[in-house]
């Protein structure tokens, strides 16, 4: 095990690190923002369900590299994406990956939602209708608040999740993490020193995410914790 | 070094069985395999039935007639080509490999048989289609005309973004001349930067004046143009080789003998015309 | 859009790339499989191991979970693909093997993607077993029956109906993360997909293809997972 090559690649690997952060970050947020509108929408007419449910399962049932080329190489085929507003970002990969992650997470994400909203006790939103709730000030201070809760481990899933999923962001010519190790190994072929490396990298992303939702989990859950 | 224990040496015979093992080939050259990626027309590309076709498939098939070889193709990518070279995956490379100092240091070469410059294809309505030196040869083993052509393409390729294959010659010429100047962006196949010229992603690509005639020859081709000057020489190497490994000296003896036998002849001459539509064989000498 | 001439690009004239899709299609349920049947492989050692009484074994089987799951496929892929013959030849040559030991890209897919989903075919295998009622497991011992009858007619049958939705899910994961194998050259649906694409400069019309390709294999995937789910619960009582 060669020290100097592993300092020197760690120091390579980790100015892709912001990259990375900004694509999952980005994502992760507003994948869910588009999730909770997605479950709400679910419910609220038989359009609404049809449409969240069709473009549920082609999202959830296709590669999320297949998507990401599909927006970055398949739209630009078009004059009319090429002439159109939307162009100075399609244009760019790293608007790309991050429409093609966002809308990814959406779908599962919305799964996700949608199984803690069921799993609000119907009991509870009895009480806040009979406390004669607005429909909108139920959802946002019984039904949300439960639903998301309940959903946080899965969530926290879903969001190590979108960090790995980063990685492909480097196929279509982003140097993130994943895109710098990657080129570390076209050039030196030392791929268990660079796996290493960036697998360390990635652990640790993760590891913080998985803490940090465990602490959330904590946080909300103050009946469970045990008697002082 | 050996295990003694035989059943150890039996798991190790059986787990080199399911990986398919291949022994080692003895000094005595009946058969070739030679890898190819499929993705660099005209050298080598896929045919929609799925079968390897190209200028090197016919040169191969040429060259090995000439030496009693049967040669077999397989389909690799670039990125994994020299490393599967090595370790025995096959035992030739015909890719549009340049012969470089770089590439010299890990395996070996045959004789060129094809020598091409490097240039830029940018569209037509670009600004870059105007580059000064456009169509002027330019030897990066000629110092000061070098550095006279860095210092004229500067202003005009300033903050521009070119597209490049990875790890190749042309690669490192944007990353030795002109780092800081563009921005480089590297793809897995140079079919992949086309697309992204085509789609106006990147203001340029770099990649050699051959690979280009199929670019310039597929649908929205004709919106492109080739700008720049022509270089040769230098980093860039001494034109495309069969790439062997270095402990095959009778190989690369046999390749050699063929190669010159096709230029004298004028074979490859004419398999040039036939898919580049112009002569690039390395003249007799070299 | 050309719809005419789509028809013919993906049809299975001579210069229609339909032959070449389908043969991808095929490779894609090969490697698949592969690497499901690798999953499981390594998902049974690893939930033994997690269930083991040696702290070692457990430990182990914590950290190939961990790493499994929180390193991107793509990575281990690249593991395999750049690292894996290299690793294999000398490992070769301890043992007194002389030449090459190849990985070709088919095993590199299966080990890679196995790794990676036996990771998480650990996690179901033991939640499923942690499902079994232990009072099944007090009767079958009170009966008298030996670790291994237990096995064969308990633990495995009632463990299975637990592991199977898990396990669609995980195959529904491997057959999308079988796209990741095309960076290793194999010629499965991506691969294919990507070459006619950089061939002919129709990327939409390909990329579209394949996306109904795999759409077509995960919803055919999706029915035969419910169906064995439905099987596996023929004997419980449905409510009135």
Request: glycine fraction near 10%.
């Amino acid at each position: 095990m060669d020290l100097a090559f592993l300092i020197a690649t760690m120091e390579r690997l980790l100015a892709g690190v912001p990259l990375t952060l900004e694509l999952s970050a980005l994502s992760i947020s507003t994948g869910a923002a588009i999730a909770v509108l997605f479950a709400v929408l679910r419910t609220s007419s038989r359009v609404g369900e049809w449409l969240v449910r069709a473009y549920v399962y082609m999202l959830r049932g296709t590669p999320l590299l297949l998507q990401i080329f599909l927006i970055y190489y398949g739209l630009a085929q078009f004059a009319a994406v090429r002439e159109s507003l939307l162009w100075p970002f399609l244009r760019e990969p790293f608007w790309c990956a991050l429409l093609a992650l966002t809308l990814n997470t959406a779908a599962y994400g919305s799964e996700i939602v949608r199984g803690g909203l069921q799993s609000v006790a119907q009991g509870a939103i009895d009480a806040g209708r009979a406390a004669g709730m607005s429909r909108l000030l139920l959802y946002r201070r019984i039904v949300l608040p439960l639903a998301l809760r309940q959903a946080l481990p899965a969530y926290g899933n879903e969001m190590i999740a979108m960090v790995k999923s980063t990685s492909l962001a480097s196929i279509v010519t982003l140097m993130e993490l994943s895109g710098i190790a990657y080129a570390v190994i076209s050039e030196t072929y030392r791929a268990f020193e660079t796996f290493l490396c960036a697998g360390s990298i990635y652990l640790a992303i993760n590891f913080l995410i998985a803490r940090g939702i465990a602490w959330a989990e904590h946080r909300l859950n103050p009946h469970l914790r045990p008697a002082a | 070094m050996s295990l003694p224990h035989p059943l150890l040496r039996a798991l190790a015979g059986a787990a080199a069985l399911a990986l398919l093992a291949t022994p080692a080939l003895a000094k005595e050259w009946t058969k070739v395999v030679i890898a190819t990626e499929g993705a660099y027309a005209p050298y080598n590309l896929h045919a929609p039935d799925g079968k390897l076709i190209g200028f090197e498939i016919d040169l191969a098939n040429d060259l090995c007639a000439r030496v009693k070889l049967t040669c077999e193709f397989v389909a690799q990518d670039w990125d994994g080509i020299i490393p599967g070279l090595n370790a025995g995956k096959y035992d030739a490379i015909m890719d549009g490999m340049s012969i470089t100092a770089k590439r010299l240091e890990v395996i070996n070469f045959s004789r060129a048989y094809t020598r091409s410059p490097t240039t830029f294809a940018v569209e037509k309505t670009s600004p870059l289609a105007h580059m000064p030196d456009t169509g002027k040869r330019v030897s990066l083993d000629d110092k000061a005309a070098t550095e006279a052509a860095i210092k004229e393409l500067t202003p005009a390729l300033k903050g521009k973004i070119i597209g490049v294959q990875i790890a190749t010659i042309q690669a490192d010429l944007l990353n030795t001349y002109f780092k800081g100047v563009v921005e480089i962006r590297t793809y897995k196949t140079t079919e992949e930067h086309d697309l992204d010229l085509a789609a106006g992603r990147v203001d340029a690509a770099l990649a050699s004046t051959s690979y280009f005639v199929s670019t310039l020859s597929k649908p929205g081709g004709d919106k492109l143009v080739l700008a720049g000057p022509l270089f040769t020489g230098g980093l860039l190497g001494q034109g495309t080789g069969v790439g062997l490994r270095k402990s095959d000296p009778e190989l690369k003896e046999l390749f050699d003998r063929a190669i010159s036998e096709a230029i004298a002849d004028g074979t490859i001459r004419t398999l040039s015309l036939k898919w580049f539509k112009t002569d690039i064989s390395p003249p007799p000498s070299s | 859009m050309d719809l005419g001439g789509y028809f013919t690009l993906i049809g299975f004239g001579p210069a229609g790339w339909g032959d070449q899709l389908l043969a991808a299609a095929l490779m894609t349920l090969a490697v698949s499989a592969s690497a499901f049947f690798a999953s499981l492989a390594f998902g049974l050692v690893g939930a033994a191991a997690k269930l083991a009484p040696s702290a070692l074994l457990r430990g182990l089987a914590e950290a190939y979970t961990t790493i499994f799951r929180g390193v991107p496929d793509l990575l281990v892929i690249y593991l395999f693909y750049f690292g894996g013959s290299q690793a294999l030849s000398a490992l070769g040559h301890l043992f007194g093997h002389a030449g090459f030991l190849g990985l070709n890209a088919f095993m590199v897919g299966t080990l890679a993607v196995g790794l990676v989903a036996g990771a998480y075919q650990t996690e179901v295998i033991r939640g499923a077993y942690f499902a079994i009622p232990p009072g099944e497991i007090e009767a079958a011992r009170a009966v008298g029956m030996g670790r291994l009858l237990m096995l064969r007619r308990i633990t495995g049958p009632r463990a299975l109906r637990f592991a199977l939705p898990g396990m669609g899910n995980v195959w529904q994961q491997v057959l999308k993360e079988s796209a990741l194998i095309s960076v290793t050259g194999l010629a499965e649906i991506l691969r294919e997909i990507h070459i006619g694409a950089g061939s002919t400069h129709l990327p939409f019309d390909f990329y579209v293809t394949g996306f109904f390709l795999y759409l077509a294999l995960t919803t055919l995937s999706g029915f035969l997972f419910r169906g064995a789910e439905a099987w596996t619960m023929r004997a419980e009582r449905r409510p009135a």
